[in-house]
Each structure stands twice: as C-alpha cells, then as structure tokens.
C-alpha cells in the first residue's frame, strides 16, 4: 500500500506543478497589459496554450480574485488580490516611497525623466517614474517587460556572469520575435554594444529616435543587481556631451538608492 502511494503522489505531482507553473505564467503575462486588458485567443497563444486549458487555469485564478475579467470586453486584467499581496512587503513600499522622493527634484535639476525598473526574472518593472516621459516613452509605472529592451536592463545584465547573461539574451530575443518579429533586434543589439562600449547603460537613439537614456545598476547585499536607476530625455536635453555628468549623478543618486534598499528592503536578508 505504501509503495502504490508513493508512486501516486510520484504520477500526479508533475501535473500539479505544471499546473502552477501556466497559472504563475499566466498572470506574468496578464500583468504586462494591466490596463488594456487581453482577449482570450491572444493570452492563450502568448503563453503557448491551447484556450480551452488558458480558460480553465483563468477561470480558477478569477475565482481566487488574482486575475478579474472586465464587463464590457471579456479581456481579463490583473485582480485586487495581487495588490492585496503585495501589501504583505512594506519595504518594497517604503523603498518605493523613497525613490519617488529623491527623483523628484533630481529628474527636475537633470531635464529628464527618472525611472527606476526592478528585475523580475528576465524582464524589469517600472516601480517608479518621476518627470514628463518624452516622446515615444511608453514607459509606466507597473510596465513589465523583458530586460534587454530597455537601458536599465541592458545595465543589469552588465553585472551577471556570460552564462547568465546569454540565458536572459535568449529568453528575451525569443519574447520579442514572438511579439514583435526581427524589426527591432539590430536596434537592440545597437543599445548593448554602446553600452558596453561606456561600461553602463547608454541608448542614444538607437531604439526611438530622439530619445537618449541611461541607467546603472542598483546592488544589494549579495553583490546582485535587484534594479537600475534610468535617466531618459530628448537628445536635446541629454546631448552626448553630458555622458560624463550624467554617469556621475547616476552613480550618487545609485549609492543613495542602494543604501535606502539595505535599510527597507534587505532588513534581514533571507535567500529565495
């Protein structure tokens, strides 16, 4: 009896994992369009399901109030309870708190727009923006996309080691064709040479015209990049000849950053 138990539970725990795993993949991807919704069809085919399983797993997600499908077009959206859970880390508030306060005035003296995106994997989120965004920023707060589409991310991915580094390139050149075809991987690749080129984040208008931006890494107690400080502009404001100022106050405004992170996030650094 024990042993035709144990090779029960043995046969039904990869379905239960699996499980977990589309459910987890499933809200990742409802939670990158938080206010425009997604239609049935494009979540399914976007999380490599079929509809009727993606209709199953959303179904039981709705229930549990994490994901909630609006009246008026069926789309579903992120639900209350993800908000809910996440009052469960008031450092993660109070760190954002922080950032706001000291983007406010910095994003005002500097002529741009502050940013501060989180890793999450292998994509980023925009926990904050400070700042008019310029044209064809399409940036906000909660953005959720994959790292190396944006400047901070390419300044994240400087910190990790080649194989982690190529794991995350893969990923992210997979999502992106996916989405978007080959259109804009020269473009990309463009940002990644020129960054390392400057040893930090630097797009100057490689992926939107006119745009210049500028990140570095934010580190925690283990040595690892949790998050980038971005700085974006019009080349205008942000001209080339202000790389050496900009990288300087980046650095500053990051030892602060880092330093707000240690006393709100990482109180007692726990692995996991």
């Not at 994003?107 to 989180?118: E, H, V």
């Not at 940002?191 to 990140?215: I, K």
Request: charged fraction near 20%; include cysteine; aromatic fraction near 4%.
């Amino acid at each position: 009896m024990a042993e035709h138990a144990d090779a029960h539970a043995h046969a039904t725990a990869p379905s239960g994992t699996q499980s977990l795993t589309r459910g987890i993949k499933l809200l990742r991807v409802v939670a990158t369009r938080g206010e425009i919704g997604w239609r049935l069809s494009d979540l399914a085919a976007a999380c490599g399901l079929d509809k009727g399983t993606a209709h199953r797993i959303l179904a039981g997600l709705i229930k549990e109030r994490l994901v909630q499908q609006r009246s008026g077009d069926r789309r579903y959206l992120p639900g209350p309870l993800l908000y809910e859970l996440g009052l469960s880390l008031p450092g993660h508030h109070e760190f954002q708190c922080a950032a706001e306060a000291h983007f406010g005035p910095w994003a005002k003296r500097m002529s741009g727009t502050a940013l501060l995106l989180m890793r999450s994997g292998f994509e980023y989120v925009c926990s904050v923006r400070i700042g008019t965004p310029p044209p064809g920023l399409m940036v906000e707060q909660g953005t959720r996309r994959p790292l190396f589409t944006s400047v901070g991310g390419v300044a994240m991915m400087q910190t990790m080691s080649d194989a982690e580094a190529d794991e995350v390139l893969r990923n992210n050149t997979e999502q992106e064709t996916a989405k978007l075809g080959d259109t804009r991987l020269a473009a990309l690749r463009a940002m990644r040479e020129r960054s390392a080129q400057h040893g930090f984040g630097v797009n100057l208008g490689d992926v939107v015209g006119g745009v210049h931006a500028f990140a570095v890494p934010l580190h925690g107690p283990d040595g690892k990049a949790f998050a980038a400080l971005c700085l974006m502009g019009t080349a205008q404001r942000l001209p080339e000849t202000r790389i050496d100022e900009i990288r300087t106050e980046l650095l500053q405004l990051a030892g602060v950053l880092e330093a707000d992170a240690a006393r709100m996030l990482f109180r007692a650094h726990v692995v996991g």
